[in-house]
């Protein structure tokens, strides 16, 4: 199978070229030329597999240049015992009749980001190697926090690679900070830069867009790249977990095979849901998609009324990850409800870029309301939905979780389906202890994060996650802070 641009038909490369090259010339995203179907009896013997077997079966349909081993070896390498704490990798847990909350961050960094960033590294590695590219790979990062943590662990030490990752001075949680700024491996560098996320992410985007520079890396060897979500390598990972999901149930009877399941995920990005969209285009019983936003709730708006307007005020929230007003996987979905249609989406895509709008129209908006139901949540009823989950089930959610558990219930609360319910939960509660815990106990004055940590400890009875625990004796590695318009002479500076 063959992946083309959301912008053109004239673009066809494999699976190993989409994943190396991350974006298409054309400014388009990769998409695979057809979805590949999985009927009833392939799911159901996904039931009886372990979550690197599940994924091993779903990458392989996807991945059709990579042989078998190679898919095998890049699970295998990602999806491990040592990097994730829960065997099962993404553990689905029952806290009523109709919710199951999926756990995506049982991994490295404590957040759903780790799902696809420990993979895409070897996925990545092998696909240069399919190539032929012989220059060593260059990831730049510009981070609001997430993300950033999860390349570095997910790129530390892969040979042939070396990551960059800038984050905004005042920008990120403490936790945040010292888990960048104590990574280990002999190919990260981690910089502060004076200046906010917006500062950083343009001393990225200057870098990556400045030929003189790209040329004279070129002499020296290397290539630049980017890890974030338009790369397809971070798209397919996360289609696993959704399958993953509908075979838990199977397996401990939940449901009978065909029984379709709702699909609750607090977006940002629209990579995550995307997934799960793809999942049931594949062939995976899914009734409605609900797409659970917080204040920045243009994709609540534009699933109401078929207008993408990102033209309003950015919102600082207590679920910082889901601050976005530019959803770039939403691109991916206009392709596939458009039948391929490449002219309509660039015309948005166009659109988008010198208006900061673009309107696709009644009968689009209908077939979308269709699958997507979409709300949105404050910071306030966040912290009351961390609450009352808590007294109610005695389930910790973080505040991301926390939006999606309120969406949900007001879509309940709405349309009175009654059909059994994944929640996607993407971080763990201690990454944003400081928020759970005001909600739950209304108090955290006067106490440092690792306090606050040992505080949801106490009320939770949930272990706390080894990499955030040993935070507190690890030693920093990284201390420098540079202006954003010496962004490159770091860069170079680490490069030698
Ligand atoms: C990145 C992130 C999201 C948003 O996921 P998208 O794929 O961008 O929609 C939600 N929650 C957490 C904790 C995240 O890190």
């Known amino acids: 199978m063959q992946y083309r641009s959301t912008r053109s038909k004239d673009i066809l490369v494999t699976s190993a070229a989409a994943i190396s090259k991350g974006l298409s010339p054309d400014g388009g995203l990769f998409v695979p030329q057809f979805i590949p179907q999985m009927g009833l009896p392939e799911i159901e013997l996904l039931s009886a597999m372990n979550y690197r077997e599940r994924a091993c079966n779903i990458l392989a349909r996807f991945l059709t240049d990579f042989s078998e081993a190679e898919i095998t070896q890049c699970v295998n390498a990602a999806y491990t015992d040592k990097k994730f704490e829960s065997a099962e990798i993404a553990p689905l847990k029952k806290i009523s009749d109709q919710k199951y909350i999926l756990e995506l961050w049982h991994g490295p960094t404590c957040a759903f980001k780790d799902m696809a960033l420990q993979i895409l590294p070897h996925l990545l590695t092998c696909s240069r190697k399919k190539e032929g590219i012989k220059e060593e790979t260059v990831i730049l990062v510009a981070t609001s926090g997430d993300t950033g943590k999860a390349a570095l662990s997910g790129f530390a030490d892969v040979p042939?690679?070396?990551?960059?990752?800038?984050?905004?001075?005042?920008?990120?949680?403490?936790?945040?900070?010292?888990?960048?700024?104590?990574?280990?491996?002999?190919?990260v560098y981690v910089s502060a830069v004076n200046g906010n996320f917006d500062d950083a992410q343009n001393g990225v985007k200057r870098i990556f867009t400045d030929g003189d520079y790209e040329n004279e890396l070129k002499n020296a060897g290397k290539v630049l790249s980017s890890a974030n979500s338009i790369n397809w390598g971070r798209l397919v990972p996360q289609i696993v977990y959704y399958f993953s999901a509908y075979a838990n149930m199977l397996r401990s009877g939940e449901i009978n095979i065909g029984e379709k399941i709702n699909i609750v995920?607090?977006?940002?990005?629209?990579?995550?849901?995307?997934?799960?969209?793809?999942?049931?285009?594949?062939?995976?019983?899914?009734?409605?998609?609900?797409c659970a936003s917080n204040s920045n709730n243009v994709l609540t708006d534009f699933i109401k009324t078929g207008v993408y307007d990102r033209n309003r005020r950015f919102n600082t929230t207590i679920s910082p990850?889901?601050?976005?007003?530019?959803?770039?996987?939403?691109?991916?979905?206009?392709?596939?409800?458009?039948i391929g249609d490449d002219k309509k989406v660039s015309e948005f895509m166009q659109k988008l870029r010198t208006e900061g709008k673009y309107d696709i129209g009644e009968k689009l908006r209908d077939e979308i309301s269709n699958v997507l139901y979409g709300g949105y949540c404050n910071d306030d009823e966040t912290m009351n939905t961390i609450k009352t989950v808590f007294d109610k089930y005695s389930y910790v959610a973080d505040t991301h979780t926390a939006v999606a558990l309120k969406v949900y219930d007001d879509y309940v609360a709405e349309t009175g389906d009654t059909a059994k319910t994944v929640i996607a939960s993407t971080a763990s509660p201690y990454k944003f202890s400081?928020?759970?815990?005001?909600?739950?106990?209304?108090?955290?004055?006067?106490?440092?994060?690792?306090?606050?940590?040992?505080?949801?400890?106490?009320?939770?009875?949930?272990?706390?996650?080894?990499?955030?625990?040993?935070?507190?004796?690890?030693?920093?590695r990284f201390i420098a802070v540079c202006e954003p318009d010496d962004m490159k002479d770091a860069v170079s500076g680490f490069l030698g």
């Open 160 to 187: 042939g690679t070396k990551i960059v990752v800038f984050y905004p001075e005042n920008g990120v949680s403490q936790i945040q900070k010292l888990q960048m700024t104590t990574q280990d491996g002999e190919n």
């Open 265 to 290: 995920v607090p977006t940002g990005n629209f990579g995550n849901i995307l997934a799960a969209y793809y999942a049931n285009r594949m062939g995976l019983p899914i009734n409605k998609f609900i």
């Open 434 to 476: 400081a928020s759970v815990v005001q909600a739950i106990c209304g108090d955290t004055v006067d106490k440092d994060e690792f306090q606050i940590i040992d505080m949801l400890s106490d009320i939770s009875k949930l272990p706390v996650p080894s990499a955030l625990a040993e935070l507190k004796n690890k030693k920093i």
């Open 321 to 338: 990850s889901m601050d976005i007003l530019i959803s770039s996987n939403l691109e991916r979905f206009l392709f596939d409800i458009t």
